[in-house]
């Protein structure tokens, strides 16, 4: 395995770790709990440097595997800016439902995007040229801009339709609906750079 996706891999894992862990502490969920985890900034990078591994020997036959497995660790580390954006504006302005819990969401997403863009575009991808063009720029905007649209719209639905179950406290049940968005818009994701935006 080459040096950078050992390097890129342990950044993920590291970052996302530490932004987990900071969200946790502010959903209040308990010091017993976060004891528990207290090795998920070694853990996680580690995974995620083995996981990095078993992609590139499933890959060496289809390189499109290779990819999927980079990108969908890329995604870890979107989730976690999400995720650390979100939470960290709900935390300043105490507000957990409603407009503003969708104007947040669409910022968090957005910062996430862009994280993802560059990581993808360098990373998963492979792309040499520095400085992206604009035909390529407005394929990725597009890409971008339905998948912010796909993440707003399922966890605006979670949140705001359905609304907090089984007891949940609102801030946990925004989370879940930041979460059940990302699994709904990390295949339109993927698809949309490999076949669109970085298809070589």
Known sequence: MKKVDILAAFIIGEVSALI?????RSLEIGEKFLRLIWFLPLALPAGVIFATFLCQ?????????FQAGKSFLIGILNTAIDFGVLNFLMGIF?????????IF???????ATINSYFWNKFWAFGQKETSPGIKEFSKFASIALFGLLIHIFVASLIVNVIGPQFGISTKIWANIGALIAVFFGFSWNFLGYKFIVFKK
Do not use: D, N, P, Q
Request: no cysteine.
């Open 20 to 24: 987990f862990l900071a969200i946790l």
């Open 57 to 65: 020997i499933l890959g060496k036959k289809y390189l499109v595997v």
């Open 94 to 102: 105490g507000i957990t439902s409603g407009v503003f819990y969708s």
């Open 105 to 111: 969401k669409g910022i968090s997403f957005s910062t």
